[in-house]
C-alpha cells in the first residue's frame, strides 16, 4: 500500500466520465501520475535537505510555486471532516469556511499557469543531461533518484508503476492539455 496522487479538476466529473473510463488503461497510460512522483511531490514535508522540486527549481531558475499550490485546495473530503469531527462550534465552522473559500480562490483559474510551468520544466529539463547526477545524494532515497531522474527525454513505466520523472511530467502535461481542451479552469492534486 502507498499513497497516490491524482489531478482533480473544477470539472472532473464530466472530464473524467463514462467515456474517459471506458478507456481507462490508455488513459492511465497517458495521464496517470506515480507513486514516485506523489513521493517526490510530497518530500519537502519529509526530508531534511532540500527537497527535489525546490532543487530542480533552482537548476533550471523556475518558479514552481504553482504546482506546490496544488496541494493546498480544500477538497470536499477534507472540509467534511474537519466540519464532522474538529469544528466544535458554530465560530470554529465560520471561520473554517472562511478560510475555505480564501484557499479555493487562491487557485482559481491556475490551469494556464500549471501548464506553462509544466511545459517550461519539460522543455528547460530536455535539454539537461544526467538531472539524477546534479540532485542532492541523500540516505534517505525513497524515490530511487538513480533511476527516477535519469534517462528524462525516455518514457518509462507504464502510467503508474515504475515512471520516470520525465514521464510524469508529460503526462502531467497531456492531462493538462486534455483538461483545458473540456474547459477546465481550475486544477488541484488530490492524495490518497
Given at each position: 500500500m502507498g499513497l497516490d496522487i491524482q489531478v482533480i479538476t473544477d470539472n472532473h466529473e464530466e472530464l473524467c466520465?463514462?467515456?474517459y473510463l471506458a478507456n481507462y488503461a490508455v488513459n492511465r497510460s497517458q495521464h496517470g501520475l506515480s507513486r514516485a512522483f506523489c513521493n517526490f511531490i510530497c518530500r519537502r514535508n519529509v526530508v531534511e535537505h532540500e527537497a527535489e522540486l525546490d532543487q530542480i527549481a533552482c537548476i533550471t531558475?523556475?518558479?514552481i510555486s504553482s504546482i506546490y499550490e496544488m496541494e493546498t485546495y480544500p477538497d470536499e473530503e477534507m472540509i467534511r471532516s474537519y466540519l464532522e469531527y474538529d469544528a466544535d462550534t458554530e465560530?470554529?465552522?465560520r471561520a473554517f469556511l472562511i478560510k475555505v473559500e480564501r484557499d479555493r480562490?487562491?487557485?482559481?483559474?491556475?490551469?494556464?499557469?500549471?501548464f506553462d510551468t509544466v511545459n517550461t520544466l519539460i522543455d528547460k529539463l530536455s535539454v539537461l543531461d544526467e538531472l539524477n547526477k546534479k540532485l542532492i545524494q541523500t540516505d534517505f532515497d525513497?524515490?530511487?533518484?538513480?533511476?527516477?531522474f535519469a534517462d528524462f527525454k525516455t518514457d518509462k513505466g507504464d502510467g503508474y508503476s515504475r515512471n520516470n520523472f520525465g514521464k510524469d511530467?508529460?503526462?502531467?502535461?497531456?492531462?493538462l492539455v486534455f483538461a483545458k481542451e473540456r474547459g477546465t479552469k481550475t486544477v488541484w492534486f488530490q492524495f490518497g
Open positions: 466520465g463514462a467515456e531558475g523556475i518558479d465560530e470554529k465552522k480562490s487562491k487557485l482559481d483559474g491556475n490551469i494556464d499557469r500549471v525513497t524515490l530511487n533518484c538513480a533511476y527516477y511530467l508529460r503526462n502531467f502535461k497531456r492531462f
